[in-house]
């Protein structure tokens, strides 16, 4: 399939959108729009901050928002409230278009607690399971550890990796509902992903906003341990 065809943008929370809120500056989320050019379809990736401009940008480029996919539970991903601040997030893409919200099963009570959004409105899915967008199928993984349900995204040999894999690091793990042993497993499973997807991690914490795997895993310090022993002597919890 034409790589023409594909349509991805990597957007950065206080400068490509949510220009001004102090949160989004701080925070240094990106938000990701994956399209299909011919069918005019769209989905975004975790629009916490000002949802209303992501839909306005992927219809300023001629698609229209057909889902969500939503990488975990915190505010700064899918909007709630944080540092003294209410995210409106998802609830705030719901009021401006109807699309089902993607997220891991694990995460349903999770996501419904922090938007308010009823359970009955989020699509639950298993590691593994496909969700299209026109002619593109992007494989849902899970990886538990910074939350139970933290699933990344692959598709056209790229991975957005949320919190779970940065450029640089990996996300916390002693956040409700984090678990250390389980973020080792996870990061060995996206380190032996075949061949190189690029890597889009879920802040711009590093030099770099994204990188092929090969160099992430020849760079980051959270690939270096192989073994759980290794884990726990690298990172005591």
Partial sequence: MSSERLYFRQLLSGRDYAVGDPIATQMRNFAYLIGDQETGECLVVDPAYAAGDLVDIAEGDGLRLTGVL??????????????????????????????????????????????????SELTGHEHGDKVSVGAF???????????????????????????????????RTDFPGGDSDEMFRSL?????????????PG???????????????DNNYVL????????HMFMPS
């Fill in 70 to 119: 939503a990488t975990h539970h915190h505010p700064d991903h899918v909007g709630g409230t944080m540092l003294g601040f209410t995210l409106r997030g998802v609830r705030e893409l719901l009021e401006k278009t109807s699309v089902p919200v993607h997220i891991n099963a694990q995460e349903l009570s999770w996501v419904a607690n922090v938007t308010g959004i009823a359970p």
């Fill in 203 to 217: 802040h711009w914490y590093s030099q770099d906003p994204h990188a092929p795997l090969s160099t992430v895993r």
């Fill in 137 to 171: 199928d992007i494989e849902l993984l899970h990886t538990p550890g910074h939350t139970p349900g933290s699933q990344c995204f692959l598709f056209d040999n790229r991975l957005i990796a949320g919190d779970t894999l940065f450029v640089d690091g990996c996300g």
């Fill in 188 to 200: 060995r499973y996206l380190a032996d992903l075949p061949g190189d997807p690029v890597v889009y």
């Fill in 224 to 231: 270096r341990p192989k073994t759980l022993d290794e884990w």
